[in-house]
């Protein structure tokens, strides 16, 4: 089961209680804490402290829960501490507790030693925590596609081209932003300072699927080994950085990436245009290899297919044929891992659960 967390996402709050600068620390022990009771998320360190305040030495217990080394964080730490045996597993009755806490990977408490006894002697510690994993990667994050189709107008709007060599192939002006753009086929031209009327298809559904409206407005004669639908391997092609950093110091030409989609969308030569059959060639190398799965997830880009339908009053009916795409970010929401109950492994179990306890040696 995924929980979603809600809050900020600050992974490394550290709740301190009056911390001095001048400390020393001995007597230190570790524990390993787990979750679920064998999932080993990280430890508890217990040790003692003395510290100089107003010219007198105060000695500290001091307990650290620390889950640094795994995708853990904390949301509640109870802490048991006591010359006295505790007699049930009730973390909401542990005489210290930080509740609310904000997914942190690390908690302090320091206690007074003179709090808890009058002279050196044995104490018996307890320390649980209510931790949730933080996922990581694509399954972090759940892409909300539907959200970027609806960015998109739903009737026709107008659009007009720019050419502009220094940042993208071209340019397509809209209602909604500009943003370069890529021919998306050959079947015909798409002509300069035109303004169309255009509709626009985001390439993927809400589940991620192709949009097939927006994969049959492509050319379908690929003269590539490809499998699967050009709509997967355009995004895959879309989020390299052949595609980000062309034309600003990178290897690959405008001209290297527009023939690139071109083959995978309509079989052109390798080579038209005078584009670089080495760098054409690695292009398509590399999206035939891994696009056929591409899903664009949170932080990627997705493309958008623009089908113009009328040119400007006056225009050349004919310079309507042309599909374009540009791209998008995708935003989605944050998925959390399970959350768990978490104990430090103590020597003496509770008589109920699965949590346990300790002693530790004063001196």
């Known amino acids: 089961?995924?929980?979603?967390?809600?809050?900020?996402?600050?992974?490394?709050?550290?709740?301190?209680?009056?911390?001095?600068?001048?400390?020393?620390?001995?007597?230190?022990?570790?524990?390993?804490?787990?979750?679920?009771?064998?999932?080993?998320?990280?430890?508890?360190?217990?040790?003692?402290?003395?510290?100089?305040?107003?010219?007198?030495?105060?000695?500290?217990?001091?307990?650290?829960?620390?889950?640094?080394?795994?995708?853990?964080?904390?949301?509640?730490?109870?802490?048991?501490?006591?010359?006295?045996?505790?007699?049930?597993?009730?973390?909401?009755?542990?005489?210290?507790?930080?509740?609310?806490?904000?997914?942190?990977?690390?908690?302090?408490y320091e206690i007074p030693l003179s709090t808890l006894?009058?002279?050196?002697?044995?104490?018996?510690?307890?320390?649980?925590?209510?931790?949730?994993?933080?996922?990581?990667?694509?399954?972090?994050?759940?892409?909300d596609?539907?959200?970027?189709?609806?960015?998109?107008?739903?009737?026709?709007?107008?659009m007009t081209v720019s050419w502009n060599y220094v940042n993208s192939y071209f340019d397509v002006h809209t209602t909604f932003g500009t943003f370069p753009a890529w021919c998306l086929d050959y079947d015909g031209p798409i002509g300069i300072v035109e303004t169309y009327g255009t509709v626009y298809h985001l390439s993927v559904l809400s589940d991620g699927s192709v949009n097939p409206i927006a994969e049959a407005l492509l050319g379908s004669q690929s003269a590539t080994a490809m499998s699967g639908s050009p709509i997967n391997h355009l995004n895959y092609l879309m989020n390299r950085p052949y595609v980000r950093d062309c034309g600003n110091g990178g290897p690959y030409s405008f001209v290297d990436i527009q023939v690139a989609i071109w083959v995978l969308t309509n079989g052109l030569s390798p080579?038209?245009?005078?584009?670089?059959?080495?760098?054409?060639?690695?292009?398509l190398n590399d999206v035939i290899a891994n696009g056929a799965g591409f899903v664009p997830s949170c932080g990627d880009?997705?493309?958008?297919?623009?089908?113009?339908?009328?040119?400007?009053?006056?225009?050349?009916?004919?310079?309507?044929?042309?599909?374009?795409?540009?791209v998008i970010p995708v935003t989605g929401t944050t998925v959390q891992g399970d959350c768990e109950t978490a104990w430090a492994k103590g020597t003496v179990p509770f008589s109920t659960g699965w949590g346990s306890y300790f002693k530790y040696n004063v001196w």
């Open 1 to 108: 089961m995924r929980t979603i967390l809600k809050g900020s996402s600050a992974l490394f709050a550290v709740a301190l209680l009056g911390l001095s600068t001048r400390s020393l620390a001995y007597n230190r022990i570790e524990k390993p804490l787990y979750a679920g009771q064998h999932i080993l998320i990280g430890k508890l360190v217990v040790e003692q402290i003395k510290k100089t305040e107003s010219n007198r030495t105060v000695k500290y217990l001091r307990v650290t829960y620390d889950t640094t080394g795994s995708d853990w964080v904390m949301t509640t730490t109870h802490l048991y501490v006591s010359k006295n045996k505790p007699t049930r597993a009730a973390p909401g009755r542990f005489p210290f507790k930080h509740e609310g806490l904000d997914n942190v990977k690390i908690d302090v």
């Open 117 to 143: 006894l009058c002279s050196n002697q044995e104490l018996y510690i307890a320390a649980h925590a209510d931790v949730c994993e933080i996922l990581t990667g694509s399954s972090a994050c759940t892409p």
């Open 145 to 158: 596609f539907a959200s970027a189709a609806a960015s998109l107008p739903s009737v026709l709007s107008n």
């Open 271 to 283: 080579s038209a245009y005078g584009a670089s059959l080495a760098n054409v060639t690695a292009i």
């Open 301 to 326: 880009l997705v493309l958008v297919v623009g089908d113009p339908q009328t040119p400007s009053p006056g225009g050349n009916p004919q310079l309507h044929n042309q599909h374009f795409g540009f």
